[in-house]
């Protein structure tokens, strides 16, 4: 089975901040990766599927990068609504998720 | 527009099984993949397997081969996940998803989850 690694486990940032979270995978997954945000309560959310691509109605202070092993989910300016859980998953071979970053504001 | 509609909260004892449904509506029924994910209280997502509507046909899991079933109602756009020999280690929110498919591989709708609590 193919084993993701999300770091940090939390973090804690200020309104306007740039965020990152990384994700890498045990093997290659080529760009089969997609990015969710859960709210408590709530279900996953996709914000970025194939590495890169944003989804529809999802705002642009979102993107992602990477392809193979290593991956990276950006905020370009952190907003009161991205309090959130994060979760990396890979889509190469079944589906598997990383463990979640929690994302809190100062 | 898309909806998955998923039943209502379920309490079963350990080593019964427990059905969940996802009444799907808005799209093409057959045309679209549909996973299910689990969550345990406080913890991450776990994948459990995909059914394909149009011809029923699943994978599953590695580790929930053998108590994990999958199918559909073609009649009513409603997929169905029945896992059995339930133990406390199964309380979790169980959620369908709608593969996006194509190329890509995610999941874009999602239902609201079903609480399945597992307890003598």
């Known amino acids: 089975d193919i084993q993701m690694t999300q770091s940090p486990p939390s973090l804690s940032a200020s309104i306007g901040d740039r965020v990152t979270i990384t994700c890498r995978a045990s093997?290659?997954?080529?760009?089969?990766l997609n990015w969710y945000q859960q709210k408590p309560g709530k279900a996953p959310k996709l914000l970025i599927y194939?590495?890169?691509r944003l989804q529809s109605g999802v705002p642009s202070r979102f993107s992602g990068r990477g392809s193979g092993t290593d991956f990276t989910l950006t905020i370009s300016s952190l907003q009161p609504e991205d309090s959130a859980t994060y979760y990396c998953?890979?889509?190469?071979?079944?589906?598997?998720f990383g463990q979640g970053t929690r994302v809190e504001i100062k | 527009q898309v909806q998955l509609v998923q039943s209502g909260a379920e309490v079963k004892k350990p080593g019964a099984s427990v059905k969940v449904s996802c009444k799907t509506s808005?799209?093409?029924?057959?045309?679209?993949?549909i996973h299910w994910v689990r969550q345990a209280p406080g913890q991450g997502l776990e994948w459990l397997g995909i059914?394909?509507?149009?011809?029923?046909?699943?994978n599953y899991a590695q580790r929930f081969q053998g108590r994990v079933t999958m199918s559909r109602d073609t009649s009513t756009s409603t997929v169905y996940m029945e896992l059995s020999s339930l133990r406390s280690g199964d309380t979790a929110v169980y959620y369908c998803?709608?593969?996006?498919?194509?190329?890509?591989?995610?999941?874009?709708?999602w239902g609201q989850g079903t609480l399945v609590t597992v307890s003598s």
């Open positions: 093997q290659s997954i080529n760009v089969y």
């Open positions: 998803a709608r593969d996006i498919m194509g190329l890509d591989r995610a999941e874009d709708y």
């Open positions: 059914l394909n509507p149009s011809g029923g046909q699943t």
């Open positions: 998953q890979q889509s190469d071979t079944t589906r598997t």
């Open positions: 194939s590495a890169s």
């Open positions: 808005g799209y093409t029924f057959s045309n679209f993949y």
